[in-house]
């Protein structure tokens, strides 16, 4: 996030586009509503009435992949009724002559054909974002799971740009992350492009410092994404190891991750259970978790904060950190003597920019949000106040392009997937939670009323959804929470493993799945109990 | 001592300063003055309704509530005085009379020992007004988080209140007047059935115990002292501060942490409730290695430490550093991650190596 979560509270207008916030993150929702008590205007953008939907003035329930659309028909909008924040623009961006020509091609009814909003609708959530005092934008992974992406964050980009939205409080561009650590992950350097710190891998000089602290010199070429090493496996990716991730259900199309899991000639996992990933291993490591090991996390804000240990670990199970470290060792690797998580996040704070103001004890209280840059830095609740990382704010000339796969008559319906607020993930700790299957007791595929009886299915029965890929079976909620034409359900349930589905395609730039969008076919099921997942 | 506006007044005959849009209880909190209050709470707009709060004020007939009145320049303010204990104590015996009971565990909630504290300052343990009690408890609600026991209820809304500002779910409301008040949702059925969402915040802002944990209280025979660690929520990117209550080396409940930077006291339902997965059976309690018949057996440390390495490094012996891949948790702590792009960096040179971010 751009901003600080206490500045949910401070915009005048709203914008959320592919965020399930009141499901899945709760507590920043509970922000947006006061903003909302006060006055705050808020337009929501999904394919889904959510529950966001409930709350806003403006609702753009758009086609499940044309955000790129409706984004370029506000900024015409915005441009048309000299909305564009012009000494803002002269100041702090590049590139927004050629940006607002651009834009004049995309108008409402253009982007209407496209996305199914009303132009009239689209015009209006323009000129409220447009005239906003305070505009924030808030996303999540409905912008991004998508083989348009980046394209999706950049149109929101040029819309914070133009309109000299960001860098000032109650404004901004807020990813809301989803995972408790995704930030952090990212943060350590868990990527294929960067050292900790964002210190890109690709430039020599972070290769002779890291080569300094560590003793040995790291290719300057790129690693490869997820999606790629899954692809490769078998092939020129021999083994792998997992850490606390049920790759097999949570990914997208689960029959090939299964066989390129298979296919290794070794799988190390770290898990808390024997999820479906760490059942295909050769070794499987038990890790400590919640309240059971010392350690840090980072939040979707950038603040570092301390986890701490309140009861003995189970059994003989160890943290993550500790576990990989003894491999290593055992490995022949050098360097990973470690006695404690401290040590560890010391280590990481000596090498990472963002980080480098910080260490365990400075962190005790979470006061702090990145970048720390030195010593006494107080912290950067605020990105970009008096400038962006690159210098100048760049838009971007985005096109609206198709999702990887678009309905047909094989094919009629769009699918689309995400989180619902009582469980999390591939449910291995919240469905271990007592009392959790008492609000969610299974997983439902959300059709809109009207395509239950035209599609001859029933209210609570049983169908088979299919995509290219597999076919799960599911029952049926009839609900107007899903529009026409779409339906929906999250990923969390191991007995309807909704992402044998999914996978059509991918971003080309950062190789994120579309797990927003896919096309399906729902039919009745005939016999009962007769047809299995795939 | 004044500060930017020069604003002043008199506490207990002392000048002191203030903001404008204080009250008079804020004030007096800021300066350790110990005035009892049971239906407020500091993140919700003051109510004034148990009238415990009064203070006097020097031209005012009578007593004011400190909570809903304003801080003014120049007030003489009076918050302890014979008169005013008095008032207080018969509030509290009144209060406690209606009540079926004054101790409940404190495994009940953040708040759930308030009453009980004050009715103990102040003595008022009598059943002076012994008879009728407001509210009625549910027991019909079969939900497995929220005690819904209204006999305990002393009607100062905080749950509603919370509920409505804090969470803006506004899934309970009040129902009739004096002692027939209720508080209860929408249609008057279970909370399943409202807009509730099981956040909890009603029963850690209840000051009687009237709403309590019920996965916390599940615990109460356990006879240990409860510990409370401070650590952070793990199921989502918001990271609320959370106290993580132990008994020994059980996890009995989660408190929400009022001071915490990124959620200032709130929680969800998976924050509040979905905790118990750390004790399941089901966990890893050692490292399994694959035998000969391809069964995933225990092992010890020791050997499924070398089974592994010997595993990741005959592939790398055999096909290179770049046919290792590791990949990253988004849910393990920082130094997981951080030890992971370490393994494969600073032990092989690449950076082959992603987390679950792209899927
Ligand atoms: S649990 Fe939360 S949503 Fe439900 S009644 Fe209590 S405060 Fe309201
Ligand atoms: S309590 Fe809920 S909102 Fe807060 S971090 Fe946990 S999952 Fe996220
Ligand atoms: S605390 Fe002031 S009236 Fe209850």
């Not at chain 1, 409930?54 to 992949?65: F, P």
């Not at chain 2, 132990?246 to 990124?262: S, W």
Request: proline share 5%; with cysteine.
């Amino acid at each position: 996030m751009s901003n600080p979560l206490r500045d949910m509270e401070k915009p005048d207008v709203i914008f959320c586009i592919g965020t399930n916030m009141t499901e899945c993150h709760p507590v920043a929702a509970t922000r947006l509503k006061k903003a909302i008590r006060n006055g705050a205007k808020m337009i929501v953008a999904d394919p889904r009435h959510i529950g966001l939907s409930d709350m806003a003035d403006i609702n753009l329930q758009l086609r499940v992949g044309s955000d790129a659309a409706l984004l370029l028909g506000m900024a015409h909008v915005i441009q048309r009724e000299g909305l564009v924040d012009a000494g803002f623009i002269a100041d702090r961006t590049a590139e927004a002559e050629a940006f607002l020509e651009h834009v004049k091609e995309f108008t409402p009814e253009w982007a209407s054909e496209i996305c199914g909003v009303d132009p009239a609708l689209i015009e209006e959530a323009a000129l409220l974002y447009g005239r906003a005092e305070r505009g924030a934008i808030y996303y999540t992974l409905g912008i991004t799971e998508h083989i348009c992406g980046v394209d999706n964050v950049q149109s929101l980009c040029n819309l914070a740009l133009m309109t000299g939205n960001i860098g000032r409080e109650g404004t901004g561009i807020n990813p809301m992350r989803g995972q408790n650590n995704i930030q952090g992950a990212g943060d350590v350097g868990a990527i294929p492009n960067n050292y900790p710190g964002f210190q890109p891998v690709t430039d020599p000089a972070n290769q002779a410092k890291f080569a300094k602290a560590w003793g040995r010199e790291v290719d300057l070429e790129l690693g490869i994404t997820k999606v790629r090493a899954l692809e490769q496996a078998g092939d020129q990716i021999r083994a792998m190891l997992i850490d606390g991730e049920n790759t097999l259900v949570t990914d997208p199309d689960r029959k090939h991750c299964e066989h390129a899991l298979k296919s290794l000639d070794f799988l190390v996992v770290c898990d808390l259970f024997l999820t479906e990933t760490a059942a295909l291993a050769d070794v499987v490591f038990p890790a400590s978790g919640f309240g059971e090991t010392d350690g840090t996390q980072t939040n979707t804000e950038r603040r570092v904060q301390r986890l701490r240990k309140a009861v003995p670990p189970a059994g003989e199970s160890k943290p993550d950190w500790w576990i990989v470290s003894q491999l290593a060792q055992r490995m022949g690797f050098k360097g990973f003597e470690y006695d404690s998580a401290k040590e560890v996040f010391n280590e990481l704070c000596s090498l990472s920019g963002t980080y480098a103001g910080l260490n365990w004890d400075r962190i005790e209280f979470g006061e702090y949000q990145w970048p720390v840059p030195e010593d006494g830095h107080p912290g950067t609740p605020r990105l970009h106040e008096d400038s962006f990382i690159n210098g100048r704010g760049i838009f971007k000339m985005i096109r609206y392009r198709d999702p990887a796969e678009t309905i047909d008559d094989d094919y009629p319906v769009w699918l689309t997937t995400g989180r619902r607020l009582e469980s999390y993930h591939s449910r291995t700790q919240t469905g271990r939670s007592s009392g959790i299957d008492y609000l969610l007791p299974e997983e439902l595929l959300e059709v809109h009323p009207d395509d239950v009886s035209a599609w001859g299915i029933r209210d609570g029965g049983w169908v088979n959804m299919s995509s290219r890929r597999g076919s799960v079976r599911i029952r049926v909620k009839a609900t107007k929470r899903s529009p026409r034409g779409t339906v929906f359900c999250s990923f969390s349930f191991n007995d309807v493993p909704v992402n044998v589905l999914t996978g059509s395609g991918y971003d080309p730039v950062t190789e994120t799945a579309e797990l927003k969008v896919c096309t399906v076919k729902i039919e009745v099921e005939t016999e009962t109990g007769g047809v299995a997942a795939d | 001592m004044s500060d930017k506006s020069g604003l002043t007044l008199f506490l207990d005959g002392e000048e002191v300063p203030f903001t404008r849009g204080e009250s008079i209880f804020q004030v007096s909190e800021r300066h350790e003055k110990e005035i009892p209050t049971l239906c407020y709470d500091d993140r919700l707009d003051a109510f004034g309704g148990c009238r415990l709060c009064v203070v006097e004020l020097e031209g005012a007939r009578n007593p004011v509530a400190s909570c809903t009145t304003k801080a003014e320049a120049g007030m003489r303010v009076t918050t302890r005085s014979g008169k005013l204990e008095m008032h207080r104590r018969v509030l509290l015996e009144l209060v406690v009379s209606e009540n079926r009971e004054v101790d409940v565990d404190e495994l009940s909630g953040y708040a759930s020992q308030e009453m009980a504290t004050l009715v103990d300052r102040y003595e008022a343990r009598t059943g002076r007004f012994e008879g009728r009690q407001s509210g009625a408890s549910r027991p019909d609600d079969p939900n497995p988080f929220i005690l819904r026991d209204y006999d305990n209820c002393i009607s100062c809304y905080r749950c509603v209140r919370v509920c409505a500002e804090q969470e803006g779910d506004y899934a309970i409301s009040i129902m009739g007047r004096g002692f027939d008040t209720q508080i209860t949702t929408e249609f008057g059925g279970i909370l399943k059935e409202s807009a509730c969402t099981f956040c909890g915040q009603c029963i850690q802002t209840c000051p009687t115990g009237a709403l309590g944990d019920i996965k916390a209280l599940r615990h109460k025979e356990i006879e240990l002292p409860i510990e409370k660690t401070r650590s952070i929520c793990i199921y989502c990117g918001v990271g609320c501060s959370v106290d993580i209550m132990t008994k020994g080396d059980k996890i009995v409940g989660i408190l929400p942490a009022m001071d915490g930077p990124a959620n200032e006291g709130a929680l969800c339902v998976k924050g509040q409730f979905a905790f118990d997965f750390v004790h399941h059976p089901d966990r890893l309690k050692t490292p399994f290695v694959r035998d000969d018949q391809g069964e995933l057996v225990p092992a010890t440390w020791d050997d499924a430490l070398d089974k592994a390495a010997a595993g990741l490094m005959a592939a790398v012996n055999e096909h290179g550093r770049h046919s290792l891949y590791a990949i990253a948790s988004g849910r393990a702590p920082n130094e997981a991650g951080f030890m992971m792009q370490k393994l494969v960096r600073a032990g092989l040179g690449t950076s082959y190596i992603d987390n679950c971010s792209r899927a």
